[in-house]
């Protein structure tokens, strides 16, 4: 079967780095995508990785190792509005997308 | 630029009783489209997708059908809500099968 394995919840500390571990196990690959959702609310993209390495936009930043099956979000200098649930998703060989049941960040002053 | 709205936000019916939820994606034409529910704790869960007007794929056998009247119009329905029905649903188009998802507002339905 198809599988993505996140930490159920995490805290870390304002202004500090935190890291979102993803890993994967899908038929075939076609990209990994990264989704905020805050309580409540609809989910948002963050970022798209393909190739391996690593995709930095503003505070956030995506790794992807397709030979391990594996992805991170690593977040700097946090701020209280980064507390939300981090979604990974996997597009296999047929374009479906394989949701995580996403990582609860919690953020404490 | 492109926008997508569901409706309505929230929801409570008795057992047994109809749902329809609407879902509508303005500034692109022929987007795929989606209907997600998502549980509490649990992955977002594909019920429905559609590629084209009338064109359905269910993932899901239930008690829900989905229907795509016009381009960019995506429908959620139910004759008899069970309990189980009960969630965060959620609307979403991407342009083509390879890119990311943009999803509406969301809908809570709590069936009682």
């Known amino acids: 079967g198809q599988n993505i394995d996140q930490p159920t919840e995490m805290t870390a500390t304002e202004g500090a780095i935190v890291q979102i571990n993803c890993t994967y196990q899908?038929?075939?690959?076609?990209?990994l995508f990264w989704y905020q959702q805050h309580a409540g609310e609809a989910p948002t993209f963050l970022s798209y990785?393909?190739l391996d390495g690593l995709e930095e936009k503003g505070r956030f930043s995506s790794f992807l190792s397709r030979s391990k099956g594996y992805s991170y979000l690593l977040l700097k200098e946090l701020q209280m509005k980064d507390s939300a649930s981090y979604l990974c998703a996997v597009r296999d060989r047929n374009y479906q997308l394989i949701w995580g049941a996403g990582t609860k960040l919690i953020i404490k002053p | 630029s492109q926008t997508i709205h569901q409706w309505p936000a929230t929801l409570v019916q008795p057992v047994g009783s109809p749902l329809s939820l609407e879902c509508t994606v303005e500034g692109t034409s022929n987007p795929n489209l989606y209907w997600y529910r998502q549980a509490a704790g649990r992955g977002l869960q594909l019920l429905f997708y559609?590629?084209?007007?009338?064109?359905i794929s269910s993932e899901v056998p239930q008690n829900l059908s989905a229907s795509r009247p016009q381009d960019r119009q995506f429908i959620l329905s139910s004759k008899k809500l069970l309990l189980s029905d009960s969630g965060f649903y959620l609307c979403?188009?991407?342009?083509?099968?390879?890119?990311?998802?943009?999803f509406g507002e969301g809908s809570r339905l709590t069936v009682l």
């Open positions: 899908t038929s075939g690959f076609n990209g």
């Open positions: 979403a188009w991407s342009r083509g099968d390879a890119g990311e998802l943009f």
């Open positions: 990785n393909v």
């Open positions: 559609s590629v084209g007007i009338g064109q």
